[in-house]
């Protein structure tokens, strides 16, 4: 398979450019996650006080609109990826994917931690004859293990935008995060570590700076999904959702690669028909 690249600083700038244009909205957001991800802990808290079968409800709702957050969050990148505005209200939107997130994310934790798990074998092996020889082996064997846990985990990381973008479902999603990152592994371990490195300093001046700093590395990071699929642009073509039914969607000016961007998969052979009528 043909190598998958992306440019990190064009990936970087459009981040920056999205999260300038839209600040006030992004502050709004992660204020909003913050207080939903965080109150109901602090109510658990109290509630165990009078009644733990109350506070483990509690936290256990908390779980659950935590993850259909976050969910959200990963949808309202996708829409700015897409040069599409996003609303408040797609932090709510994604509920119906949270089984598929659920056993998607239990998957790639067999994979990454269950290959890293492996070293535990020889210590119960050999723990049977010389514990300390075990533990030595144990520990070798964790530290060569962490190379293909770490390589399982980026190729598998983006597992949640294939669910959240196209409702795949969990193996789907995975494969299709295997694919996409084929040829790009060292690329997407420079852009990690770049981000990271960005959002340390996001936190410096009494965390403010994070509000400029993650809508900037996750709208990077969703664009780089993008790229990754083969999507070489990014415009900001109309995205009807019946598909094209005027003549601006099939303006002749606009390669078919580049308009087929916005239109699912099934639209693909109507837009294509409906372009050769037009010619």
């Not at 949270?98 to 290959?115: D, E, H, M, Q, T």
């Not at 709208?219 to 990754?228: D, S, T």
């Not at 642009?233 to 087929?260: C, H, N, R, W, Y």
Request: proline fraction near 4%; hydrophobic fraction near 50%; include cysteine.
């Amino acid at each position: 398979m043909a190598a998958q690249k992306f440019s990190k600083g064009e990936a970087l700038r459009f981040g920056w450019n999205t999260m300038k244009s839209n600040i006030g909205f992004f502050i709004v957001v992660l204020i909003a996650v913050g207080l939903i991800q965080n109150v109901p802990n602090y109510i658990a808290v109290l509630a165990a006080m009078f009644s733990p079968v109350l506070s483990g409800i509690i936290v256990i709702a908390s779980i659950f609109i935590n993850i259909v957050v976050t969910m959200g969050l990963i949808k309202i990148f996708l829409r700015f990826s897409g040069n599409e505005k996003a609303e408040y209200a797609d932090l709510f939107r994604s509920y119906k994917m949270f089984i598929k997130y659920i056993l998607a994310s239990g998957l790639f934790g067999l994979i990454v931690i269950g290959v890293m798990s492996l070293s535990i074998i020889p210590l119960v092996l050999l723990s049977l004859f010389d514990i300390y020889f075990g533990f030595m082996i144990t520990t070798l064997m964790m530290m060569i293990l962490a190379v293909p846990g770490s390589i399982l985990g980026v190729k598998f990381h983006l597992f949640i935008y294939p669910i959240i973008d196209r409702g795949s479902g969990p193996i789907e999603a995975l494969k299709e995060s295997y694919r996409i990152t084929t040829g790009a592994f060292w690329n997407l371990v420079l852009f990690g570590l770049i981000m990271a490195c960005i959002n340390i300093l996001g936190m410096i001046p009494l965390g403010i700076g994070l509000f400029a700093t993650v809508p900037t590395s996750m709208v990077a990071h969703a664009f780089i999904y993008r790229k990754l699929l083969g999507q070489e642009e990014v415009f900001a073509i109309p995205e009807p959702s019946t598909g094209p039914s005027d003549k601006t969607d099939l303006d002749k000016s606009i390669p078919l690669e580049q308009a087929i961007y916005h239109y699912r998969a099934k639209d693909f052979s109507r837009l294509v028909e409906e372009r050769k009528k037009g010619e």
